[in-house]
């Protein structure tokens, strides 16, 4: 491997304004983290979601972002495939790819949402099984196969498969995307344990065996401070009232429990730097991609965190 690249993950939440100047703060800070040297920009995509992760529709904000950066890459982390209609997501996505000049990402996965699913009429326990029956067609379709009808995607994509990564923690998972020829996205945090570089580990070395030159991307929350911060606390105690909210498992009420769950690592910035490459060295991650904020902070104090890190990871000098 050689030098690891480093991306942003935000997953961007409302504050008191209102959703246009939220959405547009998301553009400004996406312009931000390019110029900071930053490789890329992920955002998690939520439906009907007015509080965390309150993006909708990652491929129209990142239209917007892509005509605001020149050599950012940029996508969401991840997109439920089961909710989508896989014609016209390969059309908004090959859209976003020609207006971006091949800069954007896919991230797809199963979903973890109820609420949304039962809102769009799916089965949300048949959700894994929908993903494995859909996903071979919707990148056939990507590469230009047959759509239906004889038709074919248009605009055409360069490489697709370069640009679709399955979101995945488990061996199993890291192997059915590397046989399929895509990416691997692993999660900031795993839910069944307690310790994600483990099973993320062993994810890698599953995916290399089957995809040697594939590109995998591994997120870390950081935060900048100590471990007791209020501001730290109060954004994981408004993600618990989101998992809680939508009818997911909440996090553990002893702090020093909920910061491994979240797998949330503190400090200083250059003791951040060296304590995340260290963390992600057994997994040879191609990109890391790091969390300045549990939630809940404004822009200006995300872009100082964020800031901070490019500085202590060295960005500018690449």
Same mark, same amino acid.
Not at 1 to 19: K, L, N, Q, S, T
Not at 143 to 158: E, M, N, R, S, V
Not at 279 to 289: F, G, H, R, T
């Given at each position: 491997?050689?030098?690891?690249?480093?991306?942003?993950? /935000?997953?961007?939440?409302?504050?008191? @304004?209102?959703?246009?100047?939220?959405?547009?703060?998301?553009?400004? =800070?996406?312009?931000?983290?390019?110029?900071?040297?930053? %490789?890329?920009?992920?955002?998690?995509?939520?439906?009907?979601?007015?509080?965390?992760?309150?993006?909708?529709?990652?491929?129209?904000?990142?239209?917007?972002?892509?005509?605001?950066?020149?050599?950012?890459?940029?996508?969401?982390?991840? /997109? #439920?495939?089961? =909710?989508?209609?896989?014609?016209?997501?390969?059309?908004?996505?090959?859209?976003?790819?020609?207006?971006?000049?091949?800069?954007?990402?896919?991230?797809?996965?199963?979903?973890?949402?109820?609420?949304?699913?039962?809102?769009?009429?799916?089965?949300?326990?048949? %959700?894994?099984?929908?993903?494995?029956?859909?996903?071979? !067609?919707?990148?056939? +379709?990507?590469?230009?196969?047959?759509?239906?009808?004889?038709?074919? =995607?248009?605009?055409? +994509?360069?490489?697709?498969?370069?640009?679709?990564?399955?979101?995945?923690?488990?061996?199993?998972?890291?192997?059915?995307?590397?046989?399929?020829? /895509?990416?691997?996205?692993?999660?900031?945090?795993?839910?069944?344990?307690?310790?994600? #570089?483990?099973?993320?580990? @062993?994810?890698?070395?599953?995916?290399?065996?089957?995809?040697?030159? !594939?590109? /995998?991307?591994?997120?870390?929350?950081?935060?900048?401070?100590?471990?007791? $911060?209020?501001?730290?606390?109060?954004?994981?105690?408004?993600?618990?009232?989101?998992?809680?909210?939508?009818?997911?498992?909440?996090?553990?009420?002893? @702090? #020093?429990?909920?910061? %491994?769950?979240?797998?949330?690592?503190?400090?200083?910035?250059?003791? =951040?730097?060296?304590?995340?490459?260290?963390?992600?060295?057994?997994?040879?991650? $191609?990109?890391?991609?790091? #969390?300045? $904020?549990? *939630?809940?902070?404004?822009?200006?104090?995300?872009?100082?965190?964020?800031?901070?890190?490019?500085?202590?990871? *060295?960005?500018?000098? @690449?």
């Amino acid at each position: 491997m050689g030098i690891m690249d480093i991306g942003v993950f /935000i997953a961007a939440e409302p504050h008191e @304004r209102g959703p246009a100047e939220d959405l547009h703060e998301m553009i400004d =800070l996406a312009q931000a983290v390019e110029e900071l040297g930053y %490789r890329s920009l992920y955002t998690a995509s939520r439906h009907f979601s007015s509080g965390y992760a309150a993006v909708p529709s990652p491929l129209v904000l990142f239209a917007a972002v892509a005509e605001r950066t020149t050599t950012l890459e940029f996508g969401p982390s991840v /997109i #439920t495939l089961p =909710l989508e209609n896989l014609h016209r997501l390969a059309e908004d996505f090959a859209t976003l790819d020609a207006i971006s000049g091949g800069r954007a990402i896919l991230g797809v996965g199963s979903g973890d949402d109820p609420p949304a699913f039962e809102a769009m009429g799916v089965e949300f326990d048949e %959700r894994a099984g929908m993903l494995s029956q859909n996903i071979g !067609g919707f990148l056939e +379709i990507l590469q230009g196969g047959d759509a239906g009808a004889g038709l074919t =995607l248009y605009p055409p +994509i360069d490489n697709p498969l370069d640009k679709v990564a399955l979101g995945a923690q488990s061996a199993r998972g890291a192997s059915w995307a590397a046989s399929l020829g /895509i990416g691997l996205q692993q999660g900031r945090s795993e839910p069944n344990s307690w310790d994600p #570089t483990v099973s993320q580990v @062993r994810a890698a070395e599953a995916y290399r065996a089957v995809h040697p030159n !594939g590109r /995998i991307s591994t997120a870390r929350n950081a935060w900048i401070g100590s471990p007791d $911060d209020p501001d730290l606390w109060e954004g994981i105690r408004r993600h618990d009232e989101f998992l809680k909210a939508r009818g997911r498992a909440g996090l553990p009420e002893d @702090r #020093t429990e909920a910061l %491994r769950k979240m797998n949330i690592r503190t400090g200083t910035p250059e003791g =951040l730097a060296i304590d995340l490459k260290g963390a992600v060295a057994s997994i040879k991650p $191609d990109e890391l991609l790091i #969390t300045a $904020d549990p *939630g809940g902070l404004e822009a200006s104090d995300r872009l100082k965190r964020l800031t901070a890190l490019a500085e202590a990871f *060295g960005l500018g000098d @690449r």
